[in-house]
């Protein structure tokens, strides 16, 4: 099914039998398939209403770059077409990075927060992550000197392809330029200010967004406990579904 939200036709769905609403909020590159196994454990007791970001699944791309502002607004918007009010919020990564800023700046006032290997505060970059930034940056600069300029793209291309992550190297161009932004964005000052009970679910060999990123947002927000799923890495809830089903089902009461 498909919505028309700011200016862009969005894939959604609408699953679960229950009485309580849950918005789930997928990450980088991925759809609201990722969250199938947890419809299905808690569709009993829980209303689920996904969306798929810009440029995934269905879901229109955006003609120019967007920042977490406009990601935010989405789901503001989605909310209110459907009426939610006080809605359980699930995100994955970006999905949660997303999650962390609708109820740290209270544009969506959830009940409950679920925080699984969630982005929002920036990794620390290993000295290999460190030297190839600088690497590339180096090289487009040189390239985009005035003898190369006119002649570099072809060598640009190659050389993103070389330095840039696999997610980076997938998406199209406007998605690259937002995928640098969002990146960058660091929610450390903000996240202080979520006042509602967050479970955060992690995997603990998650190298994307580390276990000690999830420590550091546990400290950050005041009622709020961290479960960490053994043996699984950033999509530990994917990994290990009947064990995160049950850590939500005691949480979503």
């Known amino acids: 099914m498909f919505i028309n939200l700011c200016g862009l036709e969005i894939e959604y769905c609408v699953q679960g039998e229950g009485d309580i609403p ?24 829980c209303r689920f209403y996904a969306l798929n970001f810009p440029g ?4 229109q791309i955006m003609p120019s770059p967007w920042t977490l502002d406009d990601y935010c607004g989405l789901v503001k918007e989605f909310a209110k077409a459907f009426n939610i009010e006080s809605p ?14 609708l109820a740290a700046e209270k544009i969506i006032e959830p009940s409950k927060l679920v925080l699984l290997d969630s982005a929002g505060i920036i990794p620390k970059k290993s000295f ?26 072809a060598l640009l291309d190659k050389a993103r392809a070389h330095y840039g992550s696999a997610d980076y190297n997938a998406a199209k161009p ?12 660091d929610l450390t000052d903000i996240i202080p200010k979520i006042d509602c009970p967050t479970l955060l679910i992690w995997g603990e060999n998650d190298t994307d967004t580390p276990l000690y990123c999830g420590k550091k947002i546990e400290s950050l927000i005041k009622d709020s406990g961290l479960c960490v799923i053994k043996n699984t890495g950033h999509f530990s809830f994917c990994e290990k579904p009947y064990e995160a089903a049950a850590i939500l089902r005691s949480f979503i009461k």
């Open 174 to 185: 406007v998605l690259r330029q937002t995928m640098v932004s969002l990146v960058n964005t």
């Open 88 to 101: 359980v919020i699930i995100g994955h990564s970006h999905g949660g990075r997303t999650a962390l800023k």
């Open 22 to 45: 849950v918005i789930l909020l997928h990450g980088w590159g991925s759809s609201f398939e990722v969250y199938s196994g947890i419809i299905r454990a808690l569709s009993d007791r």
């Open 56 to 59: 995934c699944g269905n879901s």
């Open 128 to 153: 290999k992550q460190k030297f190839r930034a600088k690497s590339f940056k180096a090289i487009k600069r040189v390239l985009l000197s005035p003898p190369f300029k006119n002649r570099s793209k």
